[in-house]
């Protein structure tokens, strides 16, 4: 069933006039927030002594001590042992009430005996074989279902499908140049890795330029001749841009819904707009539902918003934990792979990601469950606006499916360079305060919290107790 997303309420500062020491509301916050943020590492690294000890022998071995860049963090990562429902702890012990959910792959929670079911049974009659099984058919029929597609292949992880969907759209049109949205990211392959998070010195460049610089070394230049960055809500832009560049554009790649920024709802009719403008001429219309896929609707965006477009890249929470991902749509376009475009990879839909997959999708992630992640959405939602709005801060509550956050930013983003509106300290605050509280958060303003069906009411009031706390500290 399509549902609408409901944008909550926003609470800005009662004042942002300096007062007689010529000290702005907001100043007085942000400098509160550093203060806080500087008190809450250290109580942090008091308490995480095991941490600090793994860390400094995992850098020996490893860049930065971690297996993605992406769980770096200050002072150190916390490093988890083990997990159970909606709860993790880490290696010295510590309990959290998990909000993190690996990164938005964890909406069945940890644990779940369903999933340890299906992950026993295929340990048991055999977890490898390169060649597909029935589950790998069932479970290409279940995402068929639920997304709206033709045809799917696996892949084992976002990167790879949206790689592959690219590639996909590429040798079908004959045409070489990607466009994406500004600030998005779609996974660490070469024509993706642009405008992935700008500074405004940066957006400067590209603005003058028409050209973004890559966001990773070891990218040759030259990629950027074939990746276009538009800003995320605006038609307008886009239009003109296929207007000139049209016969040379094979795809249009986004987030539905935008993920790298916090959480960004479409405006009313940009993604109908879209769909108008990539039928028009000829280009494939990508969605990115690696984070949205399963998580704001059964259906994810495809279904939430009753677009379809050319192809869907899926990966993270449609398979219980187990690294896996898909990719899929028209017919047309997918049978091509046998056509000569190449798509392949020795685990693809491998037993074990099949089961785990089938699963999750047909066992755990039920409509119930979907009436479970509305309700305890808006329990959580309701709570964090309302202590924003008894606090003063400059802040706003998304509730999406499974998925929320707080954006410090009065009003709601509509793109990247809105995020760059938001104040970075009151999330370092917020994040260290919630963490030293027993909320697991993931430690960066661009993401967002992941609820699982095994969340209840008390986990919820936790973290809402938490937050108005931090509210209240911060504000002063």
Not at 12 to 41: C, M, N, P, W, Y
Not at 148 to 171: C, K, P, Q
Not at 252 to 280: D, S
Request: glycine share 10%.
């Amino acid at each position: 069933m399509t549902q609408v997303i409901r944008e909550l309420p926003t609470f800005g500062l009662k004042s942002k006039q300096a007062s007689d020491d010529g000290i702005t509301d907001v100043e007085r916050i942000s400098a509160r927030a550093r203060e806080l943020f500087r008190r809450e590492l250290t109580a942090l690294a008091a308490r995480t002594p095991k941490s600090h000890e793994l860390y400094d022998r995992a850098v020996r071995s490893m860049p930065l001590g971690v297996t993605s860049s992406f769980q770096a963090a200050k002072p150190y990562p916390i490093y988890l042992e083990r997990g159970l429902g909606a709860e993790v702890w880490d290696v010295d012990g510590t309990r959290y009430i998990d909000f993190h959910n690996g990164f938005g792959s964890m909406a069945v929670g940890h644990a779940h005996p369903k999933v340890v079911a299906a992950i026993e049974r295929a340990a048991r009659t055999g977890t490898h074989f390169a060649v597909t099984t029935e589950a790998s058919v069932l479970l290409a029929e279940e995402l068929c279902r639920r997304f709206g597609l033709e045809r799917v292949r696996f892949t084992n992880s976002g990167t790879e499908s949206t790689m592959d969907a690219i590639r996909v759209a590429r040798g079908v049109t004959g045409r070489d140049l990607v466009v994406k949205i500004e600030g998005s990211y779609h996974g660490h392959h070469d024509t993706v890795m642009f405008s992935v998070s700008p500074s405004l010195q940066l957006i400067k460049l590209a603005d003058e330029s028409g050209m973004s610089p890559p966001a990773s070394r070891g990218i040759p230049a030259s990629m950027a001749e074939h990746t276009v960055a538009v800003a995320y809500n605006d038609l307008v832009v886009v239009e003109e841009l296929f207007s000139r560049r049209g016969h040379e554009i094979a795809c249009f790649i986004l987030e539905p819904v935008m993920m790298n920024i916090g959480i960004v709802r479409p405006a009313p009719g940009y993604l109908e707009g879209l769909r108008r403008l990539c039928t028009r001429y000829g280009i494939v219309l990508i969605f990115d539902e690696v984070k949205t896929g399963a998580t704001i609707a059964a259906g994810g965006a495809t279904e939430r918003f009753g677009v379809q477009p050319d192809l869907v890249c899926l990966a993270k929470s449609i398979a219980g934990g187990i690294p896996a991902g898909a990719f899929g749509g028209r017919a047309d376009l997918m049978d091509e792979i046998a056509e000569g475009i190449a798509q392949q990879g020795t685990f693809n839909g491998n037993p074990l990601a099949a089961a785990v997959g089938l699963a999750t999708l047909t066992e755990v992630l039920t409509p119930d469950a979907y009436r479970h992640f509305d309700r305890i959405g808006t329990r959580l939602a309701d709570g964090c606006a309302a202590a924003i709005a008894g606090s003063g801060i400059g802040a706003h509550v998304v509730d999406l499916g499974c998925k929320g956050c707080v954006s410090y930013r009065s009003e709601p983003l509509v793109d990247y360079r809105s995020f760059l509106q938001t104040d970075p300290d009151l999330f370092d605050a917020s994040w260290a305060w919630m963490v030293n509280r027993g909320i697991f958060m993931t430690p960066g303003n661009e993401e967002q919290w992941t609820l699982s069906v095994q969340h209840d009411d008390a986990h919820i009031d936790r973290f809402v107790s938490v937050f108005a706390d931090f509210c209240s500290a911060v504000a002063g």
